[in-house]
């Protein structure tokens, strides 16, 4: 079988054909939130007037029949408040026109305030958010972008940040609101929209980026990306992740420099902790950096230029030659050259490392 996994019906590629849009992350109010307190905040003034209006009704004239009601109070604070005035009603007693000046001009500024500060607010909030998209932009250079960001992107990413990435030099793409929403909250820059469609790519600038994670959930919608991010760079690293190991092929003919098959590679995992707890603890710890012990590549330093790999401080697990890479044998012939670049096995800083087995009694 070529692909195991369904091609996208209409409903997934009518969903594709939504504009991407660029979510940089914020700690903001949400936008339907101050709508709607201003506008209970304008509600207020309004209703404020009317009653000030209606307590102190016999100081007004209304020209139609004489009186105010609550019904004409409300008409005069609307008309009031929205400076129309069309003068149908109007305050005649001293107290009325007082209780204008100190009350009702105060809430009719506040009004105006309101209105047109939510409107000033709209305009400018688009300006900021395309000076911070411009600048962003501007400043995005051999970064790394992350297509799809569910559990193995969000894994992916935390693992990238634990070696020391920089946030702002990562780029999530998905559709799922929900995947966006953890992203901009994770303080990762998110791009909305399908990863297989060239227009959303370059929206993460594909074209600039130095990695590229491919982490949909399908194994065909992961050809297509990594087919996509091909054509528009050629020479960025792309790793993909693949359900089946049978499309792990097809993702190689299509660009892929790696090629991961979460399931089997799961899989295995559990079947050596079923096997060797300790074993299976012990891999389980290389794979979270920062604490334990960690698989980290590095450059060969100056005094360890001529040595064998047995002579390194650090285990040495794969030497990285000239593209190729070298796994580590005893072969006393193998020195390391300057141009190298190692892959070793670090213990935690303090020195001692300390593997908890579940099942095994200390």
């Not at 026109?97 to 939510?118: A, D, E, Q, S, Y």
């Not at 297989?196 to 594909?206: E, F, G, H, K």
């Not at 710890?285 to 920062?290: A, I, W």
């Not at 060969?300 to 790999?309: A, I, K, N, Y």
Request: glycine letters at 8%; charged letters at 25%; aromatic letters at 4%.
């Amino acid at each position: 079988m070529p692909l195991s996994n369904a091609v996208p019906g209409p409903s997934s590629r009518s969903a594709g054909r939504q504009t991407a849009d660029i979510v940089l992350p914020r700690s903001e109010i949400g936008p339907v939130k101050a709508v709607l307190r201003r506008i209970v905040i304008a509600f207020v003034a309004l209703s404020a007037v009317a009653l000030i209006v209606w307590f102190d009704r016999e100081g007004y004239n209304d020209t139609s029949d004489g009186e105010v009601d609550l019904l004409d109070a409300f008409y005069y604070a609307t008309v009031s408040l929205s400076t129309t005035g069309y003068g149908d009603i109007t305050p005649v007693s001293d107290g009325a026109r007082l209780v204008n000046i100190l009350c009702v001009t105060p809430l009719r500024l506040l009004f105006l305030i309101i209105l047109v500060g939510t409107t000033l607010e709209v305009l400018t909030e688009r300006t900021r958010d395309q000076f911070r998209q411009n600048r962003w932009r501007s400043s995005l250079r051999d970064h790394t972008v992350v297509v799809g960001y569910g559990t193995k992107g969000r894994s992916a990413v935390r693992a990238l940040i634990d070696d020391g990435a920089d946030k702002a030099s990562i780029v999530a793409v998905d559709n799922d609101p929900t995947h966006i929403a953890d992203a901009t909250d994770d303080g990762i820059t998110a791009v909305v929209g399908d990863g297989t469609r060239a227009d959303v790519l370059r929206r993460a600038d594909i074209e600039h980026a130095k990695r590229v994670i491919v982490a949909v959930p399908r194994d065909d919608a992961a050809v297509l990306v990594t087919l996509t991010v091909r054509r528009h760079n050629p020479s960025a690293y792309v790793v993909a992740a693949v359900r089946e190991s049978e499309n792990a092929p097809l993702l190689r003919e299509g660009g892929a420099d790696g090629v991961v098959v979460s399931s089997e590679a799961a899989g295995r995992l559990l079947g050596v902790a079923a096997s060797s707890p300790t074993t299976g603890a012990i891999f389980e710890d290389l794979l979270v950096p920062g604490s334990g012990l960690e698989l980290v590549e590095r450059a060969v330093q100056r005094d360890e230029v001529g040595l064998t790999p047995r002579a390194c401080r650090d285990l040495v697990v794969a030497i990285v030659r000239d593209g190729e890479t070298f796994m580590f044998t005893a072969d006393e012939g193998l020195k390391l050259r300057k141009s190298d670049r190692i892959v070793v096995v670090r213990g935690a800083p303090a020195g001692g490392v300390h593997v908890s087995t579940p099942g095994v009694r200390e």
